[in-house]
């Protein structure tokens, strides 16, 4: 089937925009280095869009307020502050410092969260609901594509030792 030329002609400068938000700074040279910094980038715009999305949709409809009990802006307020942060720091070419923070930044705002449950802010969970600790592997898989293998061990372990350390504090959640 052959192209019709004016939808390339509307598509090529989106394809240029995109290009240009998402291309590796001109230090990084290596050919992996330089797809993995386009990947984090264009992860992170995505998260980014998905992120302001939730965000204004929680501000907006009022059943999403209901439900947010006012601290998934603080979390979700935070961790697109680190996305974006953590896109800046790519953009300007130090990729390893950008992409653990890409991994942290998710990572936090799901300990934020459950922290928030188990404080009785969060109404939609009970007090003691641990089933937000499940998406503590989105974070590890998402890690596992743009760290080295040194760097994901630590993050494994860190989070282990996060989850054992906020249930100390924390006398009604047994993990």
């Known amino acids: 089937m052959p192209k019709n030329p004016q939808s390339q002609s509307d598509i090529r400068p989106l394809k240029r925009f995109w290009r240009r938000l998402t291309k590796p700074p001109a230090s990084v040279i290596e050919p992996d280095r330089r797809r993995l910094s386009r990947l984090l980038s264009t992860a992170l715009i995505l998260m980014s869009a998905f992120m302001i999305t939730a965000l204004l949709v929680m501000q907006v409809v009022p059943q999403a307020q209901l439900y947010s ?18 896109y800046a720091l790519n953009r300007a070419g130090h990729y390893t410092p950008a992409a653990l923070l890409a991994v942290v930044a998710p990572q936090a705002s799901v300990y934020g969260g459950t922290i928030l449950v188990w404080t009785g802010r969060a109404p939609y969970y009970d007090v003691g609901d641990v089933n937000l600790l499940v998406y503590t592997v989105v974070p590890i898989l998402f890690a596992s594509m743009l760290v080295s293998l040194q760097a994901l061990l630590a993050l494994i372990l860190l989070n282990a030792g996060t989850m054992i350390l906020i249930q100390s504090f924390f006398d009604h959640i047994a993990l």
């Not at 006012?70 to 502050?81: A, E, F, K, N, R």
């Open 69 to 86: 009990g006012g601290g998934d802006l603080l979390t979700g307020g935070t961790t697109l502050v680190l996305m974006l942060a953590s």
